[in-house]
Structures are given as C-alpha cells and as structure tokens.
C-alpha cells in the first residue's frame, strides 16, 4: 500500500463537512497532530491552532461560497498554496493540511490542498481522487444527489430501484443550447477544467508562473472553443458567439441544478435575457463594466502597437505569452494598473457569476461562471471565451504568415495517412463514437452517522460520450541519408461550415483541434508508423476512483494504459478526458479534414516529456516540450490567395498531408 | 381533513414541522439535518445562524423579512386556501367566498402597509404595469427535501413573459389584459354578463368569484376560467424560466406555501385589491341609519398591557426567539422513530397581551346585543403628516370583533386580547397533539377547537399587533358598537371567524366585510377618524402607541 497515496486521499474524506460531525476524518487528523485539536468526535467544536499560520489564512468562513475569480478569495487560496508547497517534509505538509481542514473554507480548503499536492515534489506520484467523488454536489444535479442519498439511507444501490433518472435535466426542447449539456456537464471535462486552473494558478505558486503560463491559458482555452464548435455545428447550432456587447441582454440563460451540501446554497439559475451589472457583491472590489471596457481598451492598445507599457513607462513587444498573462491576469502580467490586477477574464467570470443579484442584495449565491469545477457547464461560458479569444486572435494576425521555412522539413515526405478504429469490420477513415453509461460511484460524501465507514458505495449512472480506439498509420520517406527525430502533428476540423459549405483554411483554422503530438525517430527511407489514440498527447486517461487508488501499488510504471501510471513530473490529473477525445459527429458521419505534419523535433524540441496530457497541460516545474507555438501552424493566418482549402495547404508541402474523414455516431 | 365533518376536532399538525423544507431556508435546513445525524440538538454548538437570509441592507425590502416570512403567516395563508379551494369543494364554494377573498388579503395589505410605514418604507405599489421590469426580486432560499429542486430565486429587473411551463394551458398577458378590461366593465357598468348573455348586478361576492376565479364565478369565459389572480400568481412564479427552457422549479408565487414571503405577492395583490377599490368607491356612502345605534354610546375607550406597570393606550411589542421543533421531517434511516427533537430557533413578533375597557351606556329599556369592532390605522403617512380617513380608511386593520349585551345603563366591557376574532393561537406541534386529549375544551391553550371551525386558519396570535416603532408609533383606535340583532347572522363569532368564517356555515356577520371602512367617507363630512366617530354616539376613536421594545 502506497502510504503517501493514502495520506493524500485521507485529506478529501467527506471535506464539505465539519471534521466533528464525521468521526473516520476527525480520526485521521488526530492521529496526525494529536487528541487535543479534537478530543472526542461529536459535536464539540474543534480548537484550531490558528496562530502557526501566516496572517490571512482561515478569513473566508465556512459555508460561503469560494471563488478563484474573486481576488479576495484568491489571495487566501494563494497563501494557503504557498505555505503548504514551502513546508519542508511530507509530514509537515501532511499535519498542517490536517490541521487546515477545520479553519479553511471547504472550497479554498478543497482547492488549496489539492493545488499543494499538485505542486510539491515529493508526493511521489500520488494521484488526486476525481473530484465527482469528492465535491459530487457540484458535479451531479439536486435530482440525483437526493436520489443517491436516499439510497445510503436504505442501503441500497441504484439497480434495485428500477426507475432510471435522465441524464440531463438542466434545459429542455425549448432550449437550443441545451442540445449540449451532455457535452458541457460532462465530470470528466469539469474536473480537467478544474485540474488545469490549479495546475497553473493566476496568482502563480509562491508569486511565479510557469513556462508559458499565458501561451497556455490561450491555447487551452482555445482548443475548448474549437471543440465546442464542432458539437455545435454536429448538432446543427451556429459556431459560438463572442459576449462582446456587454450591454444587451444575454438570450442564452442556464439553470444548473448544483448545490452544496444539502442545499445551504444553490448555485444561482440565470434566467434568459438578463443584463450585466456592475458587481457590488464585495464591496471592497467591485468589477464594474467601465474599468472592464477601459482594460479591455487597454489591452486592444498594447495588441494594435504591438507594445505593452510597463509600470516605469518603458514599452516591451507583446507576445502571446504576456498578452496571456495580461487577459488572464496571471502573476507575471506586464503591468497589472493598465491591464487589470484581476485581469479582464478573471473579472469577466466574476461579473457574470454575480449577474441575477449583482449587490448581493438578496443574498443569493452566485452562479456556475465563478467555480472553476462548474463554470464550463453554462452557455456564457464559452461566449465570454470566444470574446477572451477574439483579443488573442487580434494579436496573432497582426503577425506575419509562416514563412516556408517555418513549414517545410526538407527531406522528409508524409507518403500516406490512414485512420482505422480497432474493429477491422469497420471501413477505414471514419471514426466511431457512441453516448455510453457509465456507472460512477460518489459514496465519498455520503455519510449518514458520523460513525459511518467511508466509501460504502453510492453508485449514479451518468452518461457520456465515447469512441472506438483508433490508429494512425502514416508512412514517411526520410530521404536525408540519417535517422530524423520527427514531430508528428495531428489535427482535424470540421469540413463544412453550418450551410454545408467548405471551410476556407483561413476559416477553418480556428477550428483546428489538436488530436495528438508525438516524436518518432524516421529511419531512413520509407517508415510505417502506426500511433494507437490512446497515447495522445492532450488526453488524461480514466481517473481512478478512490477505491482503485486505494488498491494501486507504489510503483509508477511507465507505459501502461491503465491511467495508473503518473510520473511525478507530470500534471496528471489535467488533460482532456480520453472518452471525449473524438467529437460525436454525426449518425450520417460528420466529414473532417485530418492534418498531419511532420516537423524537426531536433529544432522543435525543448525538452523530450511529450507525453499524455503535455499538449494542453505542459509539463510539471519543466519548460513545454515544444518550442513552436501553441497551435502550430494554425494559429497564424494563412494566405487564401495561396491556400484557399486545407488540401491546397498540405499539397504545397512535402512534410504535410490531409485525409478527409468521417466521424460517425452509432 | 378541513372539509370532512367526521374528523371531530382534530386539528392538522403544523406546516412547519410536515413540510420544514418549505418554511426554513436551506441552510438552516442543512444545519438541522447535521443535528439529526449528530444525534444532538442546537444548543450545543454555540453558533447561531441568522434568522433571516434572504436579503441584506441593499434591499429595502429585507426589512419586513422577519414579517413575510413568519412561519405562523404563511401557514395562516396556506390554511385560508385550503379552507376556501377556488375550485370549490365538490364544485360548490363556502358562503360569502369571494368576498372573504376579497376581505382576508385587504386586511393583510393593511397590515403590510403598517409594517412599511413602521420601517420607513412607502406604502405597496401595486403591480399594475406589467410591461415593466420589477425593481424587486427575491431569493427564497427554499428547497423540497435535499434541493431536488428549489423554488426558483427572482432576479430584481425582471420583466413579466408569457407563461408556457404548461402548453396546453398558457397564461398569455394579453389574455390576462383581457380579462383585466372585461372585469373593469362589469365594475364599470355594474353588471355581470352571464354565459348565457343576460346581465347581472355586480357585488362585492361576486366581484370576488370572478377575480379569484372560484367555482361561483358569474362567467368563466369572460372573466377567466383560471382568474386573473389565480393567472397571475402563476405567470409571476414562472417569470425566471417562463416556457420551462431550463428545466427550474418556479418562484415561491406558484406555492400558497411560501408566496407571501415574496414582496411581489403584495404588489400583485395591491393590484387586485385596486379592483375591488374601483368597485367598491361606486357604491353609495353609509348613512346615518347604517352606521348609528340609537340609544347607544360608547363613553370611553382604553387599552392597557397585562403589566401595570405600563402606561394605558400604549401597546408593547418585542421581537422573540422561538424554538421550534421540525424533526417530523429529519430521518437517517427507514426504521428510525419519527419526531426526535431537532430545534431551531426562529425570531417571532410578539406582543405584551392586553385588554380592551370600553364604558358603554345604553339607554334602551331592554338590554341590546351590541357587537363591538374594533380597528386600529396608523395616524401618520410617509411623511409624519395625519391621515385624512378616506385614505386611511384602507389601512384599517381589524382587531376583533365580539358580541356583548348591554344592560341598560352604563355597562363596563373588558375585553382580553387573546379572545381576538381575527387570530388563532399558537400552533400545537405533533408532540403536543399527540399528547392532548380527546376532549375540546374552551380553553385558551390552542387545544379548544370546534368541530365546526376551520381551527387551523387564523392570523397568527403572535402577529396581532403591529409592530410598531421604538419610539412608539401613532396609531388611531377606533371602536364601534352595533346592533347585532340587525347584523347577526349566527351566533359564532370566535376566534378566527373574521378571516376564516365558520365551517359549513354562514358568516356571522352580515354587514359587509370591513364595515365601515369599505366604502367611501366623504372627506367634506369627516376629514379625520375622529372626526367621523365625534358624529355617532356608538362610536370613538383613541390615540395610541405601539411601541417596539
């Protein structure tokens, strides 16, 4: 038994109640710091020791609701991260964690010690537990929370009951965004949302970003909009509109049925047609929409000169990273008085989540828009990225087009591109996906006696997209006379716009979603390289439960596909969810253009971690392996004078190809 | 159970402890649940919540909170329409239905408005125009059990929208506009049309059946099937998601539960008691036989609190910490005993219980029985300035109303406020039901109730007296004595009849519902209360306070 697994998992017993009131964690922590923080378990209030923290730890109160968007709020989880990540040993970390339980938020205590694990070095590989199993209430609706505790109470699982919940049940046939809850409320995707914001905190760890933290805010955040407009084109909606005129109503609302526990708060519905307002809600820091118009003017001036200004007046050349770190606002941000502290997307999140009781007038929790684990549930979510990502674009045309150069790998020649799911019997170049049950257990919040052993099981049935596993078969020529180290870069986008006409490339290529990212060494001549889908570099394999993590052994292997193996280099738990690899299509088969191209990885390369999950969640405390820009070749414009379609693109190039596919959902 | 005559005099436990999830705020809820499990009850935690949540001191509203949420009002409100179904029982409404709709909620928008008027707040608004957005939202912070759904939170701002939660039964504003035009040309014009085309004198009842609807109305097509109250109680809960595009549960409106607790629920009712207005300044002024009862005078009026210690004429009012008992609901497991204690507190009005003295002389040579009304109005508007009485006379709040008889000469009336027509006691919780005996005793302990009395309907007797100001807040008193030989129509009058009549039976009073002050007084006659009762021996008014403690 791994023990520093144990210990971690430990720390998220039951973590949205108080430690008295749930004997197994209150035991847990006094056997780590002693019986005289809690001497019995029971109703006696514990004693915290307070004083061996730094000031501004412990302000937030229980029972409120945390949000990283709120500077207050992030300035707490921020302190708490550092403390935690600086203190010496495992065991310090692990006593003062346990201590924390009892005088931090449940969210700042839930996100900061998970933040903690992710960042310290010495946790030996210890993974998280999903977070559906640990916070469900803000995973699962009020509906199916009820329904799983009415089955602790009579000790029973879902099958005996008979009856089947639906899946979704936050909109209905009146609402067309509601074609794509499944997509939106998938846990997986929640939980990678979730896992990435605390992978690369705003306010950095210990005041520091990490290599390219505002590249990678953008191209993540990017890669999400292109995913989401190809489900929406799948099932006939238009692309996703930026939330630029923040001064009409917002046609789009959404109800996300979330509570905390037992309903002391609800996360707010947003009723259709709604108009922002400025946010009072923390009247020490308002986001109010003229300093957002006047940081987002700011922001369009430093992206139309090409130049930011620093606080002592002297100009530096905006790249994508700073700008990244301006628009976020991440801890390295140029210069936090013109840009914004906060930053305009951090306040956008924040305004929004305020939007139906912007004084706090009415004492209304706020809505999904201001929890990283729910926010990409609502339809707002994705408008206000595509406005965040129309300022990134902004910048990247205003760059030069790749040169040849830039594009080419001399000597190298993609011969033949094929894609084959595993069941032979299907044809080739069409992918398959499929909506699945899958059944999840969240026992880990159900409790009925604070006696109660944890994990008894309380199964949900959610549902969920996924895909056969695939191959790519491509086969190389490498003329050079040696052996290259090649990267391999795949991507696909959607064929045809929402009038089933053909994408121009320079249209197209928003919607370029990277599918994977791989070195190969090309022997010389001919090669067949044969790359299974569930190597990818943008996916997180399937989380292990708790219990699976209970039984998983110290070792971390590399190599194998079970989602067990993590490096303790590595973000494991960011990465997009390996069944939401694929977009659903189609039933008729939804064309896409594949594109692969093969560039230099003796160029490229900056360190050799490619590996799954890096592509959108870098590399822990390491520099992101490749050193080409997040989104390469597609994020720059492309000539369409040159290049009208993406076959004309791969066509001027030896190292590219493009293969049309179909993606069929059965 | 209300309507059965073989229930005995049963009495329903408390809404409350049946259904605590739609009287206490979700974390209060959780709180209470964590104590179930804990197996502990609140005392021993230290913490105490807020009583109330649902606002802040952004909204101006917030400051009646601890009114319109009062758990004792709203299951006052919610026993009022189960003993009065608009859809009748068995298809046939109670004596005088429509006009005790009318009266019961006038009489709570004249308690509301002395409540405004306490905090400062101007008088309600009706909710006329429903074109524009509604500067007042509310967040009821109410689930069923473990938030499978919650009552929908009203954003302030909002704008009325065609209600399609239902498809096969829309509540459109243009039919609710319509119905709105066809009720102000019955008022109008005085006349129903019926269905079948010939036209009947509008009355009071009447007017009542077609607004609420209830089952009596004189034109379901006209007037509404649904009615434009009940329409509109309906398009007001389903204002946040209102063709049921996301799958919300809808706003507290929808729930006779729960809806006071929303101020629009004053603002529509406003709206609908302008209807009756409208009605009701078409008939004629009350004469002198109307109003005198000859041969009768009051020679003097006083109030004063239990403690002597009191001055007289100055009632006292307090805010209380209640503990309540909703364990009826809280279980872990299927076999546990129902009703372990799990308390919370709530804070209540409450108020120092005193007697009415009323020195009489009657000089008729037979002894008279002489019923006794009994109103009190706030003496200042908005602005500190006296009511003139044709607009105070709205704000009239029915104290009580008892029979006596007069012998001749003078007479010395003392009258307990807990005897008051208009409230019912404390509810008794389970516990205490299930202990109390069989027998309906008169007694003064909430356990007497007759068979024949809706018992569980009745302004909450903690809520009789408006709260006032510290610094003690004028208001006028005024009493009036009739003839209830003229006026009797049974011989019930009690507890909880003013609002709440008597089961299976006529009201007992026949004059109309609010006499005297329903009608118009003529401002050239009587400019101020005083005024009016300085022209009719059987009547005088008296200045009091009612000071908050």
């Not at 979330?258 to 020490?284: C, E, H, K, V």
């Amino acid at each position: 038994m791994d023990s520093k697994q144990n210990s971690v998992l430990s720390l998220f017993i039951a973590v949205e109640h108080s430690l008295a009131h749930y004997c197994p964690a209150l035991d847990y922590v006094a056997s780590l710091v002693g019986n005289a923080l809690v001497p019995s378990c029971g109703f006696t209030k514990a004693v915290p020791e307070v004083d061996i923290f730094p000031s501004g730890i412990g302000v937030l109160a229980k029972g409120h609701q945390f949000s990283i968007f709120k500077k207050s709020h992030a300035d707490e989880a921020a302190k708490v991260v550092n403390y935690l990540v600086s203190c010496d040993s495992f065991k310090k970390f692990q006593e003062d964690a346990a201590r924390l339980r009892e005088i931090l938020n449940e969210g700042i205590y839930l996100y900061a010690i998970s933040t903690a694990v992710l960042h310290r070095t010495d946790t030996g590989g210890a993974l998280l537990p999903p977070l559906w199993q640990v916070n469900p209430r803000s995973y699962f609706p009020g509906p199916v929370i009820k329904r799983a505790f009415d089955q602790v109470r009579r000790g029973k699982s879902d099958a005996s009951d008979g009856s089947t919940p639906p899946a979704f049940t936050t909109g209905s046939n009146r609402d067309p965004e509601f074609k794509l809850a499944w997509w939106r409320e998938d846990c997986g995707f929640n939980a990678h949302h979730y896992h990435w914001h605390q992978s690369y905190p705003w306010r950095g760890v210990n005041g520091v970003t990490k290599d390219r933290q505002g590249e990678l805010f953008y191209y993540m955040h990017q890669q999400m909009l292109a995913r989401y407009d190809a489900e929406r084109l799948a099932v006939g909606l238009m692309r996703v509109d930026p939330y630029s005129n923040w001064h009409l109503p917002i046609p789009e609302g959404y109800n996300p049925q979330l509570t905390d526990y037992y309903g002391a708060y609800q996360f707010a519905a947003r009723p259709a047609g709604m108009i922002l307002a400025d946010n009072w809600r923390d009247p020490s820091d308002p986001t109010l929409i003229i300093q957002q118009e006047y940081h987002r003017n700011r922001l369009l001036d430093a992206i139309n000169t090409g130049k930011f200004e620093k606080n002592d007046g002297t100009k530096v050349d905006v790249d994508i990273n700073g700008l990244g770190a301006a628009i976020e606002a991440n801890a390295s941000t140029p210069n936090k008085d013109l840009y914004g502290s906060v930053g305009i997307h951090n306040r956008g999140h924040d305004i929004l989540a305020g939007i139906t009781d912007p004084d706090y007038r009415y004492n209304q929790a706020g809505g999904v828009m201001g929890d990283i684990s729910a926010a990409i549930r609502d339809p707002i979510f994705f408008r206000w990225h595509k406005f965040v990502d129309d300022l990134f674009f902004l910048h990247k045309i205003k760059l030069a087009p790749y040169t040849q150069t830039d594009l080419e790998f001399q000597n190298v020649q993609v011969d033949s591109v094929q894609v084959q799911v595993i069941n032979p019997a299907r044809p080739a170049n069409t992918l398959i996906t499929r909506m699945e049950d899958v059944v999840v257990d969240i026992a880990n919040d159900m409790f009925l006696d604070p006696n109660d052993k944890p994990n008894t099981e309380v199964k949900v049935t959610v549902k969920q997209v996924n895909h056969d596993k695939f191959s790519y078969e491509v086969g190389v020529t490498n003329s050079s006379g040696a052996p290259l180290k090649a990267a391999f870069r795949i991507f696909i986008a959607p064929s045809l716009d929402e009038y089933g006409t053909q994408y121009q490339l320079d249209s197209q290529r928003r919607l370029f979603i990277e599918m994977d990212k791989f070195v190969t060494t090309l022997k010389t001549g001919s090669s067949a390289i044969t790359r299974s889908s569930t190597r990818s570099s943008i996916i997180k394999p399937r989380e292990l439960t708790i219990a699976e993590l209970k039984k998983r052994g110290t070792t971390t292997k590399k190599g194998a596909d079970d989602g067990s193996t993590c490096r303790a280099d590595r973000y494991c738990e960011c990465g997009w969810p390996e069944h939401m690899l694929v977009p659903r299509g189609t039933a008729a088969g939804m064309p896409f253009d594949l594109f692969v191209m093969v560039t230099n990885w003796a160029n490229d390369s900056s360190t050799d971690d490619l590996d799954r999950g890096t592509s959108y969640c870098g590399v822990k405390d390491k520099t992101y392996p490749d050193k080409r820009p997040m989104g390469f070749p597609f994020d720059r414009k492309i000539d369409s004078a040159l290049y009208k379609h993406v076959a004309d693109f791969a066509n001027g190039f030896s190292n590219m190809m493009t293969l049309p596919i179909k993606i069929t959902c059965v």
